[in-house]
């Protein structure tokens, strides 16, 4: 207790100095918790992405491409899926909902998706559902609904008259003037890949496509509606009525002679793609470490250059009578102390800027930081620092026991 | 031996000293005693001049330095058989040093330097019912009652070495080792500083070893002696 107070006042007495040793390893303390943080945020952004659906059934293809070009709306799709056997899978005992997803054409450079209600009371993001910040899901097959950066990037209202085009490029060459839409909703932001698309319902792309055929216009609608019947899809999602029949259902798919299909789960093709694209926080996690050992090394310097100037403290307290090993355990404490301090600032840096940031960067980059406890990751990172602050403490510690056992009561200055 | 110093649990001279060595690095001995004791409650001045080793031999005696050969006795007790951590409970509990400046923990109050011996050693605890009313009585009679809750850095040279002083006397330890600490005060502050010394010391009844390379204070102990004639290595090789 007294040591533990004589450290403390020393460490005060040295305010200016200490107190920049304290904020300099406290700023790698933040940003290395703060990384872990916002690591932890993206992840779980990411596999919040999709939720709740069991299976994304597309044409045979790999696995990430079939994620890619439903749930991200990147790289192309791997085909087509026939209605009929859209239809037979949906008749399956296991599946309890499905929602088509027909793709293909494309506004400004956004996606367009052709689904039915269900996707509007069935796809679930981060546990939530998709909400309307005006209007409604498209109802007839004059309707789309945008999501909310297409609305806010191309300053579009309800009721504004929208002309999809073929292809993705953002100047189509092919445009369906011949059938125009009307924005009937525009969907609350999602920070997923829905709010970059527009949705309209399956018979709006028949229309569509039918009204340029009709007028002798562009025939290449990749699911083109080509014979009798409803058009082919590109995908589709499924609901299984029961979590256990999902990878029966899946193996049945993906074996199935028909047509050959591709099913994929949503959780562990992310929890793939996230690996694939995860290594780069591998380099920021280094550069974050780095810092801390600057820090460190920092708050080692510091400790020696007092050594100097307190060789006369340190005569005193010898001649009260503290050993050597006192001596030692001061110094240790001092910078066990400061790095406790420095951790415990970081941390709070850390949740001050979490609090003071959090709308912008949820804003702006999707990233939901919430105030949550620190996780073992974290908990880790910040023992290993007062250990190792800690431990930096002992090297002008033992120089300060040498000099202590040889300078007796004068210390040569 | 008096009942106080029965209380301290020692018996014995003050110091008693016999062929001891000591070189800080190997070959070049500072310290070639023959001889040196003195008795419990004498005041014992020892002069010699600048680097002939008194800062060395209070470093002996208060078992900071370790000796290379000879017997050293302190209070009765052998500090050569002792551990490291032994000789430094044993000068926290019966020894009072004052520098000959810079005597005070910058970041500590007066009263909390003062006081220190009391945390350090539980023996000197024990010999006060109350550490801050004996820090208020030794500054009451050294004159600086009114600096308890000063910060040290705000006095004055004179009132720094009184300070040191009832830190050295808290507890009443049985030998007070004073290395030169009137050096930095003029004559008027430097003869106060030894009334108020030798008043306290009589007080705790403890033993005074004071030491100076100015002799003119020499006719106030019970005791001087010269280092110069005493150690063998400073007569041969000293500064
Ligand atoms: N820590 C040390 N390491 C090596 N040599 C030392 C050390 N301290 C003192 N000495 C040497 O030991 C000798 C005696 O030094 P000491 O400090 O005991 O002298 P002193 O009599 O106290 O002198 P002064 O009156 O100047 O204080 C000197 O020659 C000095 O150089
Ligand atoms: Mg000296």
């Keep these: 207790?007294?040591?533990?107070?004589?450290?403390?006042?020393?460490?005060?007495?040295?305010?200016?100095?200490?107190?920049?040793?304290?904020?300099?390893?406290?700023?790698?303390?933040?940003?290395?918790?703060?990384?872990?943080?916002?690591?932890?945020?993206?992840?779980?952004?990411?596999?919040?992405?999709?939720?709740?659906?069991?299976?994304?059934?597309?044409?045979?293809?790999?696995?990430?491409?079939?994620?890619?070009?439903?749930?991200?709306?990147?790289?192309?799709?791997?085909?087509?899926?026939?209605?009929?056997?859209?239809?037979?899978?949906?008749?399956?005992?296991?599946?309890?909902?499905?929602?088509?997803?027909?793709?293909?054409?494309?506004?400004?450079?956004?996606?367009?998706?052709?689904?039915?209600?269900?996707?509007?009371?069935?796809?679930?993001?981060?546990?939530?559902s998709v909400t309307f910040a005006a209007g409604g899901p498209p109802e007839t097959d004059r309707e789309v609904a945008i999501g909310a950066e297409v609305a806010e990037r191309l300053g579009y209202t309800l009721g504004r008259e929208v002309v999809l085009a073929h292809g993705v490029a953002a100047v189509s060459f092919a445009e369906h003037t011949a059938h125009p839409f009307v924005v009937r909703g525009i969907?609350?932001?999602?920070?997923?890949?829905?709010?970059?698309?527009?949705?309209?319902?399956?018979?709006?792309?028949?229309?569509?496509?039918?009204?340029?055929?009709?007028?002798?216009?562009?025939?290449?609608?990749?699911?083109?509606?080509?014979?009798?019947?409803?058009?082919?899809?590109?995908?589709?999602?499924?609901?299984?009525?029961?979590?256990?029949?999902?990878?029966?259902?899946?193996?049945?798919?993906?074996?199935?002679?028909?047509?050959?299909?591709?099913?994929?789960?949503?959780?562990?093709?992310?929890?793939?793609?996230?690996?694939?694209?995860?290594?780069?926080?591998?380099?920021?996690?280094?550069?974050?470490?780095?810092?801390?050992?600057?820090?460190?090394?920092?708050?080692?310097?510091?400790?020696?250059?007092?050594?100097?100037?307190?060789?006369?403290?340190?005569?005193?307290?010898?001649?009260?009578g503290a050993g050597p090993r006192t001596i030692v355990a001061l110094l240790v404490l001092e910078s066990g102390v400061l790095a406790t301090l420095a951790a415990g600032l970081g941390v709070a840096l850390v949740y001050g800027g979490i609090l003071v940031a959090r709308g912008a960067v949820e804003a702006r980059f999707g990233i939901a930081l919430t105030m949550q406890a620190l996780g073992t990751t974290e908990w880790l990172y910040l023992g290993l620092i007062v250990i190792a602050g800690t431990l930096v403490g002992l090297l002008p510690a033992w120089r300060a026991y040498r000099n202590a056992l040889t300078d007796g009561l004068s210390p040569s200055l | 031996m008096s009942v106080r110093d029965a209380r301290r649990g020692t018996t014995g001279p003050a110091v008693a000293i016999r062929d001891l060595r000591f070189s800080y690095v190997p070959g070049h001995e500072v310290i070639d005693l023959p001889a040196l004791e003195f008795a419990r409650g004498e005041t014992v001045f020892l002069h010699g001049p600048s680097g002939s080793g008194k800062t060395t031999l209070l470093g002996l005696i208060a078992g900071v330095l370790t000796p290379q050969v000879g017997q050293l006795a302190i209070l009765g007790t052998d500090l050569t058989t002792l551990s490291r951590g032994a000789r430094d409970r044993f000068r926290a509990a019966h020894l009072g040093y004052v520098f000959q400046m810079?005597?005070?923990?910058?970041?500590?109050?007066?009263?909390?330097?003062?006081?220190?011996?009391?945390?350090?050693?539980?023996?000197?605890?024990?010999r006060v019912t109350d550490p801050d009313a004996a820090a208020r009585v030794l500054a009451d009679r050294l004159e600086i009652a009114p600096l308890l809750e000063a910060r040290v850095t705000a006095l004055s040279v004179g009132q720094q070495q009184r300070v040191a002083v009832a830190r050295a006397l808290i507890g009443a330890p049985a030998l007070i080792v004073c290395d030169e600490p009137t050096s930095a005060l003029d004559a008027d502050r430097r003869d106060r500083f030894l009334e108020l010394l030798f008043a306290n010391v009589a007080e705790a009844e403890s033993t005074l070893l004071f030491v100076s390379h100015d002799l003119s204070l020499a006719g106030r102990f019970d005791r001087t002696l010269a280092l110069r004639e005493l150690n063998r290595a400073a007569a041969t090789g000293g500064v």
């Excluded at chain 1, 107070?5 to 040793?21: F, K, M, Q």
């Excluded at chain 1, 749930?71 to 899926?81: A, D, N």
């Design chain 1, 1 to 128: 207790m007294l040591l533990l107070s004589l450290a403390w006042r020393s460490l005060r007495n040295r305010a200016v100095i200490t107190g920049l040793t304290l904020v300099s390893i406290a700023l790698s303390v933040a940003l290395l918790v703060g990384i872990e943080h916002i690591r932890r945020g993206v992840r779980e952004s990411f596999a919040g992405t999709i939720k709740g659906t069991d299976l994304i059934v597309g044409a045979r293809g790999g696995t990430t491409q079939v994620l890619l070009s439903t749930v991200f709306g990147m790289s192309t799709p791997t085909g087509s899926v026939s209605w009929a056997t859209y239809e037979r899978w949906r008749a399956h005992p296991a599946v309890r909902w499905t929602i088509p997803y027909v793709l293909g054409d494309a506004h400004q450079g956004h996606r367009v998706i052709g689904t039915t209600a269900e996707f509007f009371s069935r796809y679930r993001f981060r546990d939530r």
């Design chain 1, 187 to 320: 969907i609350a932001r999602t920070f997923t890949p829905i709010d970059r698309a527009l949705y309209v319902t399956l018979d709006g792309l028949t229309a569509m496509h039918a009204a340029e055929e009709g007028a002798g216009g562009l025939m290449m609608g990749p699911p083109s509606p080509h014979t009798e019947g409803p058009a082919p899809i590109t995908a589709f999602l499924v609901g299984t009525k029961n979590r256990f029949e999902t990878l029966q259902l899946q193996r049945e798919m993906n074996e199935d002679r028909t047509e050959p299909l591709t099913a994929i789960i949503p959780g562990v093709a992310l929890g793939q793609l996230w690996q694939t694209i995860g290594s780069a926080e591998v380099g920021l996690r280094v550069v974050a470490a780095l810092t801390l050992v600057v820090g460190l090394i920092g708050m080692c310097v510091a400790l020696f250059a007092s050594l100097e100037s307190r060789r006369r403290e340190m005569a005193i307290l010898r001649a009260v």
């Design chain 2, 102 to 126: 810079f005597n005070l923990i910058p970041y500590l109050t007066v009263r909390e330097n003062i006081t220190l011996p009391c945390r350090l050693s539980a023996d000197r605890r024990a």
